[in-house]
């Protein structure tokens, strides 16, 4: 029973005010939105019992009072290190993409709970469930692209001075030269004309070629070889994306798939909250603004 059916239910009077529309408001913590109802109660003849302030308390809300996800905006790019700005504006088109479906989620839910006059409340339809998970792929996809594009940029400059970045691209080429069977890449390396280039190549391609498969991964290829101190981020932040990594395997390589190994018609499929899912991708994004940001402060120390 609805709102005003609750009210019809227990006063037959007459009223002075008919309930307000649902309005959204966001909320004042970055990465989190939430939805709430201003309602203006009618002005009743007879006098509200308990029973009947439970009773509207309890009742469910109207249709297209949603809840909209918005990510934290990523603000202004780093200035004066030039290597950074392709992988910011491809985090920046990332950023955009998952916004819009995010955008699209919201038009689903309240165009399905209009034209089926349902309430908000429950379990997600599947095709909003799908956008969930979209919005996971293609976070993650940003996040190689960006990352990627920032470690090809920035390494050749870093290397050029002492420190870590230095030091691990020295340590590639010593385990290279010392491997009980020599890889062939390497070994042409060493025979073009500027070894030196050929060398740094493989180096940036070994750390660029595959897709990053967890927290760990991320940290120690990407911030390793850019240079990004404990001090700069720490390893707690990077271990915080452990959830994202863990559902973006699920998403993209089951589907959300939960019993694939039984003889089932119809497998069973994770369900995601909206709210789990605009932290994932908000926390995974926020991190690799801040791996450009200190890449920045690195390659300005650096020249």
Known sequence: MVFTEVIDAVVRGS?????????EAAAAKPGAVVATAEVTLPSLSVAVTAETAKAVAEAP???GNLTRLVLTPLGNRPYKAPEVVPAWWRLRSTHDSVSGLFDTLHLVRRTRAAQHNRTTRGRLHSDAQDLLRAAIVFTSAGLDATVQALIHLSVPVLIAQPGTPRLKYESFIEQQAKAPHVDEDFLAALKEQDPGVALLDLYVVSKTKASFQGSSDLRDRAGASLGISNQQIPKARFA??????????????RLDMENVGQSTTKPLTKIRAQ????????????????????TAVNLAASR
């Open 15 to 23: 009223m002075d005010a008919e309930p307000a529309e649902p309005e």
């Open 61 to 63: 809300e109207e249709p």
């Open 240 to 253: 915080a994306l452990d959830a994202f990594f863990t559902a973006r395997n699920d998403v993209a390589h």
């Open 275 to 294: 709210q789990d899912v605009l932290q994932m991708c908000d926390q995974a994004l926020l991190l690799v603004r801040e791996l450009i940001k200190e």
